[in-house]
């Protein structure tokens, strides 16, 4: 279940400091008193420094909270490979995030590939590259920035679902959602992460606040025919898992956004490549163990090449992200993150000046939603990269440091800019 808070006026939680403060008892216990003001019963977070939500904000330490981030799924396997210096690679990029303003980072929490795997075979786990992991928790609290955790890929890379089945001698990677020994062993992997004691700082993950959310899968898709029920019951059982084992963090599902069949009229919404995954924006998201909705924005690869000649992409970035923050504060009524977005230099035509532009929409977006209170309250870009892990590079990757870089200058514009935002403190109803 997700935290609820209902957050007291600013004036009211003085009074309240200063009375604890006379008795020489802590002001942290008012936070776990239920209080009464007339008829209205104001519950506040029991946990401080962990991400909660409140309706459709995110809220820490009973604050909203607005982010700008970076995806960087290369940093555990990197922290790993000490003989070649990774972990300085990832102090480096987390420094150069931090310097601009990025408050979050998303990365894998898995690995069932051939090349310095995490998990070896069911159960079976390398301690050296869970020590890389524990390295990245441990870094990226020390530059203040939280963490978001992905729990199995959807494609073959770095291992995914197919390697699950492949593990219980069946051919079909759709059966990682069906099957009751490969969903045994899925349940095995996130009970082992959410409970490995960082070597580093002594503490389980699950009880890390520098972790900001659990995700379940990167980016589910299933080719069944039913694949929406089938996704729909695999979503309910793991994140019901997850919060039997963790109660503090928040949880999302990975999804890419794609609109199915509980609401017929968005599937227009759809780029045209990517009709039937399975998913459905909103009834995967209204499940109550799940805490926050996400979208990804890749305009490059999901629409025809000459789209962006006629403007096309940047009509369907706009009407997406207007899609999805409309449908989180009217049906969802959950938060709303762009976990992924990038521009590939891959694609023809790339230029710095085009991806600058694109960034530059999918900020101004973000901020206009987060400065009226909206749903969209942050950004995740594809990828952060240093000049090193750039020979990984996939064309998404952005370098802080290579001359006057101008990207990094909007990214450091939207951290301000965000960081500025001030709200007087919440009295609201209890979250979802």
């Not at 690995?111 to 079976?124: C, V």
């Not at 997406?320 to 990038?342: M, Q, V």
């Amino acid at each position: 279940m997700s935290i609820k808070f209902h957050v007291v006026s600013f004036s009211f939680f003085q009074v309240g400091k200063l009375f604890f403060t006379m008795l020489n008892i802590s002001p942290f216990f008012f936070f776990l008193l239920p209080l009464l003001i007339g008829n209205n019963r104001i519950c506040v977070a029991v946990k401080t420094d962990f991400v909660g939500r409140n309706g459709t904000q995110f809220v820490l330490n009973g604050e909203q909270v607005y982010l700008n981030g970076f995806n960087a799924y290369w940093m555990m396997t990197t922290a790993a490979d000490t003989a070649s210096r990774g972990r300085i690679t990832v102090t480096t990029a987390l420094r150069q995030a931090s310097v601009v303003g990025m408050n979050v980072a998303r990365i894998w929490g898995f690995n069932e590939g051939d090349y310095i795997p995490l998990q070896i075979s069911p159960g079976f786990y390398s301690e050296d590259v869970f020590k890389g992991l524990d390295f990245v928790v441990y870094e990226a609290g020390r530059f203040n920035i939280k963490l978001i955790i992905s729990l199995v890929n959807n494609y073959e890379d770095y291992g995914g679902r197919k390697k699950y089945v492949e593990w219980a001698g069946l051919d079909e990677p759709d059966e990682f959602y069906t099957n009751s020994a490969v969903k045994q062993f899925y349940k095995n992997h996130v009970k082992a992460v959410l409970t490995r004691k960082n070597t580093i700082t002594g503490r389980m993950y699950k009880d890390d606040p520098t972790i900001f959310s659990w995700e379940l899968i990167n980016e589910p898709r299933c080719n069944d025919s039913t694949g929406s029920t089938i996704l729909q019951n695999w979503v309910k059982e793991m994140a019901s898992f997850v919060k039997s084992i963790d109660s503090n963090h928040l949880l999302e599902i990975g999804l890419e956004g794609f609109y199915g069949e509980s609401k017929p009229e968005r599937t227009g919404y759809n780029p045209g490549s990517t009709v039937s995954t399975g998913t459905d924006f909103i009834s995967n998201n209204q499940i109550p163990d799940i805490d926050f909705t996400t979208i990804h924005i890749y305009p490059d690869s999901w629409l025809p090449l000459q789209s962006a000649r006629t403007g096309e992409q940047d009509t369907f970035v706009d009407r997406w992200i207007a899609a999805h923050i409309e449908d989180c504060e009217t049906i969802i009524k959950k938060p709303l993150l762009i976990t992924e977005f990038g521009k590939s230099s891959k694609y023809p035509g790339f230029s710095l000046e085009k991806r600058n532009k694109f960034f530059k929409r999918v900020y101004n977006v973000i901020y206009d939603s987060a400065r009226t209170g909206g749903s969209c309250t942050g950004g995740v870009f594809w990828q952060l990269t240093t000049n090193r892990t750039g020979l990984l590079g996939d064309g998404y990757e952005v370098f802080m440091q290579e001359g006057p870089n101008t990207t990094a200058q909007l990214i450091a514009e939207q951290s301000s800019k965000l960081r500025n935002l001030k709200y007087p403190p919440l009295v609201t109803h209890s979250a979802e």
